[in-house]
């Protein structure tokens, strides 16, 4: 082959061979754009599915902020329904608690009355007993000062008395319910002046020490002093029939280091705090302690 045309062949040759390198170079580059675009819609796509994952995370979460604001007004109504029966509740225990405080209004309780076995099983021989130790001793000093015109037989002032549980050895309580109420709180209101006392001890009139329960002309009072009255303790203490809850009340009252004295007057119980002379009430049993004493 002549020079001439082998140098025409090659030059045609690698012309051939700029041209398919011209086109496969946009080839390739359009291939690595195809890639390149199928990764960024593949990272779209997963920015999609992201964004409507979060909306439906919003959109939950929006619900349960209302479910929740529902469920709180429900709650409040609940609460507040809870707290107009417990206040129904209260008020209904208060006032039953006062009827039966009420009815016990005929009742009272003595103490140390000593009773055989024989006497413990008569209501008869019970009043008898107690009226003869406890009571006539005051009607007589009742009648001795013309507030009645003469003392009444056992029969007509003691409906019945009944013994109660008590320690063994020692004499046991006993409860005792009246015919007429003015008679029963005769015997409260003129047993200081009346009722039989023991002899005191000592100069100071005292017998032994400690916190204890005593009456007071109708009042039943708890403290810390030797529990006698004027020249000496009662023989036969008389006490307020006091309901569970009252009774229960008089004793968390009165074993409270912020009260001075604590007692009952016709089952309503009453206290004096420390260096206070103001005799408070009690409204109801079922008043906190520390809302009663503050």
């Not at 390149?36 to 439906?56: G, L, P, T, W």
């Not at 009815?103 to 003869?132: C, D, F, M």
């Amino acid at each position: 082959m002549a020079p001439q045309k082998k140098a025409a062949a090659q030059e045609e040759e690698a012309s051939i061979a700029d041209l398919c390198r011209l086109i496969r170079g946009p080839s390739e580059q359009l291939a690595c754009m195809n890639a390149k675009m199928n990764k960024i819609e593949a990272e779209v796509q997963k920015v999609d599915r992201v964004e409507n994952e979060v909306k439906n995370v919003k959109t939950l979460m929006e619900s349960l902020r209302e479910e929740n604001k529902e469920l709180k007004s429900l709650i409040k109504q609940k609460d507040e329904q809870l707290s107009d029966m417990q206040s129904t509740v209260n008020d209904l225990e208060t006032r039953l608690n006062s009827l039966e405080q009420h009815h016990r209004g005929w009742g009272a309780r003595v103490l140390n009355i000593p009773l055989s076995e024989e006497e413990e099983g008569s209501t008869q021989l019970t009043v008898q007993k107690v009226y003869n130790l406890a009571l006539r001793p005051i009607l007589e000093g009742a009648a001795s000062t013309g507030k009645i015109k003469e003392v009444p037989p056992a029969e007509q002032v003691l409906e019945m008395a009944h013994v109660l549980p008590g320690k063994p050895g020692q004499p046991k309580p006993i409860i005792m319910h009246f015919f007429n109420r003015q008679v029963r709180n005769l015997c409260f209101q003129l047993k200081k002046d009346f009722a039989a006392r023991e002899t005191p001890r000592g100069a100071s009139g005292r017998e032994g020490g400690g916190a204890e329960t005593r009456r007071r002309g109708g009042e039943q009072q708890v403290n810390g002093g030797g529990g006698h009255e004027g020249p000496g303790r009662y023989r036969y203490p008389l006490y307020d029939d006091l309901t569970k809850a009252n009774l229960a009340k008089l004793r968390a009252i009165s074993q409270d280091s912020r009260v001075q004295a604590c007692w009952s007057v016709n089952g309503q119980i009453r206290f004096k705090l420390k260096d206070s002379n103001v005799v408070k009430k009690l409204n109801s049993v079922l008043e906190p302690l520390d809302d009663i004493l503050k």
